[in-house]
């Protein structure tokens, strides 16, 4: 089961970014001086859903064909098919038509990518498809607005500003829709059961960080973690669950090797998402004697 950390709340704000080096060492010795407990709250968050995503993946479809639905009434209107109901403007319409597509949409791509982090595809099945079936979110921001932008673009039967405003609303709501529909971490069936074969231990996560973490010692800890207000803690599967594909890079060259794990077969990414250094300066400056510590 999942937890949830919170560490002491009170911190000072993050000083200025030049004073990040050498930080570490002086953030531990603090720790030392003042050994100050710092408050913990323990919560549990979502429990891990037990491997099926058979309901995820229909959630998702049912809400991408709502999506495209949403579309054809807008395409409909622009069309001037018929006219929108309730004594609506056909802009009105056309507006309330987008955003209602880039909601189902981005619902649907939250559905489907929850469900590729439990069931991964195998990388046996190749490149493109393991692309299409992790950006599927993408593919369908595309279909639910790209045909509406066209259209509206060579439109003729609307008037010109109704026709701007809408075309412009609708390609905002495409970028918004293919961002948030995008997995950025994806990660393969291979990836997924080595990691739960190899790490059996706890792993920790923060709310905005993409990684999953192998020590959080209040310490020796990783240091990108150690800041963290809010930390997670559970399972390399709940990690991986929830968004956190790869381990940690500090975390693989510090810990691993200690816990005699394989990094070689672990997905490990070069590049850290959380800004490590306003963390790390963090702990510099509640270097004063009033401070907290290091953490
Ligand atoms: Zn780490």
């Known amino acids: 089961m999942a937890e949830k950390i919170v560490r002491n709340a009170?911190?000072?704000?993050a000083a200025p970014a030049k004073k990040a080096a050498e930080p570490v060492k002086k953030a531990a010795e603090t720790v030392q001086k003042t050994a100050k407990k710092p408050q913990q709250t323990?919560?549990?968050?979502?429990?891990?859903?037990?491997?099926?995503?058979?309901?995820?993946?229909?959630?998702?479809?049912?809400?991408?064909?709502?999506?495209?639905v949403c579309e054809v009434f807008a395409i409909m209107a622009a069309m001037q098919y018929f006219i929108p109901p309730f004594g609506m403007s056909p802009l009105v319409f056309?507006?309330?038509?987008?955003?209602?597509?880039?909601?189902?949409?981005?619902?649907?791509?939250?559905?489907?990518?929850?469900?590729?982090?439990?069931k991964p595809m195998s990388e046996k099945r190749g490149k493109f498809l393991f692309y299409v079936w992790n950006e599927l979110g993408v593919i369908m921001a595309c279909i639910c607005f790209i045909p509406l932008i066209i259209l509206l673009l060579k439109n003729d039967k609307l008037d010109k500003k109704t026709k701007t405003i809408a075309a412009i609303v609708a390609a905002v709501a495409l970028l918004i829709t293919g961002v948030a529909s995008a997995d950025f971490h994806p990660i393969t069936a291979e990836q997924k059961e080595e990691a739960e074969a190899q790490i059996t231990t706890d792993v920790?996560?923060?709310?905005?960080?993409?990684?999953?973490?192998?020590?959080?010692?209040?310490?020796?800890?990783?240091p990108y973690i150690k800041n963290a207000n809010?930390?997670?803690?559970?399972?390399?599967?709940?990690?991986?669950?929830?968004?956190?594909?790869?381990?940690?890079?500090?975390?693989?060259?510090?810990?691993a090797e200690a816990m005699g794990l394989e990094l070689e077969n672990l997905n490990v990414e070069e590049k850290e998402a959380v800004a490590p250094q306003v963390n790390i300066v963090t702990g510099q400056a509640t270097a004063a004697p009033s401070a907290t510590g290091g953490n």
């Open 10 to 13: 009170e911190k000072k704000e």
């Open 42 to 68: 323990i919560v549990t968050p979502n429990k891990p859903t037990g491997g099926s995503t058979v309901g995820l993946r229909i959630g998702a479809v049912v809400l991408w064909v709502l999506a495209l």
């Open 94 to 118: 056309l507006i309330i038509m987008i955003v209602l597509d880039l909601a189902f949409a981005i619902v649907a791509a939250q559905l489907w990518k929850k469900a590729n982090h439990i």
């Open 204 to 222: 920790y996560w923060t709310q905005f960080g993409h990684k999953y973490h192998l020590n959080a010692d209040e310490e020796s800890g990783c």
């Open 230 to 255: 809010t930390l997670y803690k559970g399972s390399v599967t709940e990690a991986i669950e929830s968004g956190r594909t790869a381990i940690c890079s500090y975390c693989a060259a510090h810990y």
